[in-house]
């Protein structure tokens, strides 16, 4: 640099530049450069060559600048311009929205001040103001939508303490990874006999006798996802009783968290008692039969009302033989029974008799419950007698009209034989019908019911066209 030019930088002045060289320069400091006059007459325009949204500006030239504003950016500009031509110090930058008149293109530019001439010619340097319009408009967005998030989580927290609190059962909200209670609702505070905020932030081992810190959380945790029944007894410390803990894990946000809830021993004893009581009640003077056997069939215990229907004195006179000794047909009925409760976990009114160890068979319905006690299975059967007035009318006669009609019209068209042969189909197809009914379509069961074998079954099912009937 020349001693001149070096002077120039050392005395605060601006070296001279070339005109050619200043409108590139312009347009490299800034997006936009307008030259304008004192009364805003647009005289030049200059435009950075890398922004192609002001292209449009330079058709603007000998306009007045104001044609080129929004209605409000009019009154700003105006403001400014006075200040600056009042020559007050340090004019602040100013925020102008360009248009083009139809309001389909309008963008913010931020314009400085600056004289450039002798002439009262005014430099206007802008600096698109797009990008910082397009991340405030973002950050706005983000912020409207953090806003709504909250309110969203708001009303959640505030259902969640409403039904926290409208519960009667004792729930306390476990960390798996800290073993620390983060949650408590009012049952529980009662319960354990803390104030919330000695039980908020503190270990649940802390409210157990003989608990240690991570050995309940770990044990709470595997009861929760095993395949048994999901509570542990635990002890209140102080002596304050027993609490079953019910406990349910799941994931939220990340973190492992148990749902406890506290049933006392006595309170939860009671319930259990009074269904037991209840249960015992309908059990031992409900005025139907019914009967506990093992998945084999092998009574396990049978009411008061089973054993009038069989002539039975005790009890221990049925227990330990198979019910099936007590059914008309036996194993076929017992399977039959069994095999659709097996199934379906219930079966209801199935048609039988029942043979008792003096009396004539008896007609009865049965319903069958598959019952699941620990790791056996065993079946209920409640029964029914069949011979009621309201069951006779109820159950429709496995007689067919249409077959009977069929048969009384033989006679005086037909022989003696004749008519004699074709009751004897009638019969035989009422009674495979009946027995298809009965074993719910089991032709293994059918036939030994009917005492057939298989392959004749078939044969007599092809004879009456019920091989494809449902």
């Known amino acids: 640099m020349t001693s001149r030019g070096t002077k120039y930088w050392n005395s605060g002045a601006i070296p001279l530049i070339a005109p050619e060289i200043l409108g590139d320069i312009i347009a490299e400091v800034a997006d936009v450069g307008v030259v304008i006059s004192e009364t805003g007459s647009i005289l030049s325009v200059i435009v950075n060559p890398d922004n ?118 004792a729930v306390l909200f476990v960390s798996v990874q800290s073993g620390e209670i983060t949650e408590a609702n009012s049952a529980a505070v009662a319960l354990l006999d803390r104030p919330l905020e000695n039980l908020i932030g503190n270990q649940l081992s802390g409210c157990f006798e003989g608990r240690k810190r991570g050995d309940m959380v770990d044990a709470l945790a595997s009861q929760a996802i095993s395949d048994q029944n999901k509570k542990m ?47 015992q009640a309908l059990y031992s003077n409900g005025p139907d039969p019914m009967v506990f056997t093992t998945a084999a069939g092998d009574v396990l215990s049978a009411n008061d009302a089973f054993l009038d229907m069989i002539a039975v004195a005790h009890d221990i006179n049925v227990r330990d033989r198979s019910i ?35 009396g004539s068979p008896r007609a009865v319905d049965i319903s069958a419950t598959k019952i699941v006690a620990g790791q056996q299975t065993i079946f209920a059967f409640v029964l029914r007698d069949a011979n009621r007035p309201e069951i006779t009318q109820a159950r429709p006669h496995p007689a067919s009209d249409e077959s009977i009609r069929s048969v009384v019209e033989l006679v005086g068209s037909a022989t003696l034989k004749d008519i004699v042969a074709e009751t004897t189909n009638v019969v035989e197809k009422m009674c495979i019908e009946t027995a298809v009914e009965l ?28 091989l494809n009937r449902e």
């Open 52 to 169: 192609d949204a002001f292209r449009q500006l330079e058709l603007w030239e000998n306009k007045d600048i104001r044609a080129t504003l929004t209605i409000e950016s009019v009154s700003k500009f105006e403001s400014r311009l006075a200040e600056f031509l009042a020559d007050k110090p340090r004019v602040r930058p100013v925020e102008l929205n360009h248009t083009d008149g139809t309001n389909r293109w309008e963008t913010p530019v931020r314009y400085s001040f600056h004289r450039i001439g002798p002439d009262g010619a005014i430099l206007l340097l802008g600096r698109d103001l797009r990008p910082i319009a397009e991340m405030q408009q973002q950050l706005v967005e983000a912020q409207l939508s953090l806003e709504r998030d909250y309110e969203t989580q708001r009303e959640h927290d505030t259902r969640f303490r409403v039904l926290m609190e409208s519960t009667t059962e």
């Open 324 to 358: 099936a000794d007590y059914l008309q047909r036996g194993s076929v009925d017992f399977k039959v029974m069994t095999e659709n409760a097996e199934r379906a976990g219930r079966m209801r009114n199935y048609a039988t008799k029942l043979t008792g160890e003096y």
């Open 233 to 279: 007894t635990a002890d209140l410390r102080g002596n304050a009783g027993k609490v079953e803990v019910f406990p349910t894990l799941f994931r939220a946000a990340g973190e492992r968290i148990l749902l406890c809830r506290l049933v006392p021993e006595s309170q939860n004893g009671a319930r259990s008692d009074a269904l037991s009581h209840n249960l």
């Open 439 to 466: 074993t719910m379509n089991n032709r293994v069961a059918a036939a030994e019911m009917l005492g057939l074998s298989r392959q004749s079954l078939y044969v007599k099912l092809r004879k009456f066209d019920l």
